[in-house]
């Protein structure tokens, strides 16, 4: 436990407000920032490296389980205690729960084959974590994104992640060259297009298998397409032509998990 | 075709800018704002009544399509050319494509048995609009929006719902005592909630039902809870308790529409 921080210029504040709006600082540096109890609860127990970061000890022990976090944190060198104002400063919501870190990006290696999400260039950063989280949810074995992708240690993504950076393995910045290799266990690799004649639940996901989910305005690019092996869509009733991306990924990873499940009963 | 609007102050431009903003305007005078050139398609497409709105030729004129609108919006009463400035003033987004219209809610009433969507309180406008757009997709027979749920009417929602607005009836403002009579076609009140046996996949979704989604903190209400006549749930691997609301509805949605057509073929 140090001094309590209380001037928002201080370098720590400054430190992690550069980690939350910087990629380039976030690459660099390997880090990304967390915000909340249940973020914080979630990294403890996934045993990730804490580098350093700031808590209000009156605003954590509003709670049972803030409480339980402020004395984990009391022992972590390098996280300080702070400020309301100090808080308010590095926080990106409204209501802040009284606890920011900056923590090492989890390095997680697939611990079984199944199925592979690979994300071709999603823009939208909430569309993104949205998919993190299905994908944790349908026990994905990891999620590739192509160059171009949003960021996935942008503020946005970890929020709507919900903690999936933490168990869920995840490669960044994969070039179309890079990902056959990192799809080499897969029988088949689905591209998701709208116009496909074969419907998604034809498809027969108890075998590995990958998925690629394409840009919101543009779909999958050329090599995605090239790279696929098959070519599926979502039946909708017309006049829908196209669903939200997290919407369409969801469905079709949710559709895997069930046949998994019915196929393992 | 009248004079060019210039000024941001003129009476026009302040009336969308009421309804765009003011959940009590919408509904005291029953209207609602688009925008863009796909809404206003979609809109012309569906016979939807326009009240009043704005235009800019040139920027409509930028693309084939919006030529086509400009066309159309040139012989309705009401809707007025307006300065580049105007547009912005009006516009909810970064690049503006030169038109909004208030347009009457449309009173649509279900053309078929099915499935009826009932959302419980939910909050997030994201999340509302996103639903829509996924019932309309698989066909969904009616929505009901209980009271608490976010304005279908309002900029977010319309825009994230792309168009169902015109197509999928929708009720607002219902009461859990109004619910029944709604509900009445329905063999089974479905409530989605974390913790049910009965997984979404094992209801028969061929016949007549309602799909409860429960509002995105407090999950479905208690009055919910009561008209239910069954509770599903949405299988997930572990630590994941709980998906976006919108991931929840939709995958059960398409899986319901995925047992229809199969019913069908």
Known sequence: MGV????????????????????????????FVIEGVRAVEEALRSHAQIAFGVYNAEQ???????????????EQRGVQPASPEVIAAVSDTVTPQGVVLAVGWPALTPQRRGITLVLDALQDPGNVGTLLRAAEATAVAQVICISGTADVY???????????????????????????????????????????TMPYYAADWRQPAALIIGNEANGISAAGLALA?????IPMAAPVESLNAAVAGSVILFEAYRQRRLGRS
């Open 229 to 233: 092996t098959k070519r599926i869509s």
């Open 4 to 31: 309590v921080i209380t001037n928002p210029k201080n370098p720590t504040v400054k430190h992690l407000r550069s980690l939350m709006a910087n990629r380039k600082a976030r690459r660099h540096e390997r880090l």
């Open 60 to 74: 954590l022990a509003d709670s049972e389980r803030g409480r339980a976090v402020l004395a984990a944190l009391r």
């Open 154 to 196: 942008s503020p946005k993504v970890v929020r709507a992640a919900m903690g999936a950076h933490f168990r869920l393995p995840i490669v960044q910045d994969v070039s179309w060259e890079q990902a056959p290799a990192l799809l080499a266990d897969a029988d088949h690799i689905y591209a998701a297009v709208p116009d496909a």
